[in-house]
């Protein structure tokens, strides 16, 4: 056990740093979890270590998803209707100025 020092509670070794909020930096939670369990960490080779990856990939991308906050219909519907909007705006804003250039061009030329 290492010793710790009387003001922060850290250990006294400085060139160990202590985990933040009690996890180990670098690792996902199923893996804090199986190292726990003693279970090894490392994935098997070959073909069955890529079908481990994609599995675990699968999983924790469920998770990711269900901490995205989804707008609501009113929001997309809004949404939506501005680019539509600004869509409609850029594409007159860019037809005058071709309309424009194409003009002076065959001043020019003519």
């Known amino acids: 056990m ?3 020092n009387a ?3 850290r250990p006294a070794d400085k060139g160990a740093k202590a985990p933040r909020n009690g996890t180990t930096t670098g690792r996902s939670g199923k893996e804090q979890g199986r190292q726990a369990k003693g279970q090894a960490t490392t994935a098997p080779k070959g073909p069955a270590g890529k079908l481990h990856q994609l599995r675990d ?3 924790e991308s469920k998770g ?3 901490k995205v906050t989804w707008p609501s219909r009113k929001e997309t519907v809004a949404t939506s209707i501005a680019v539509v909007v600004l869509v409609l705006v850029m594409s007159a ?3 005058g100025i071709d ?3 194409s ?3 065959q001043l020019i030329l003519s």
Do not use: H, I, Q, T
């Open 7 to 9: 003001k922060g509670g």
């Open 2 to 4: 290492a010793n710790k």
């Open 57 to 59: 990939f699968f999983e």
């Open 64 to 66: 990711e998803l269900k």
């Open 93 to 95: 804003f860019l037809w």
């Open 103 to 105: 003009k002076v061009v």
């Open 99 to 101: 309309l424009v250039f």
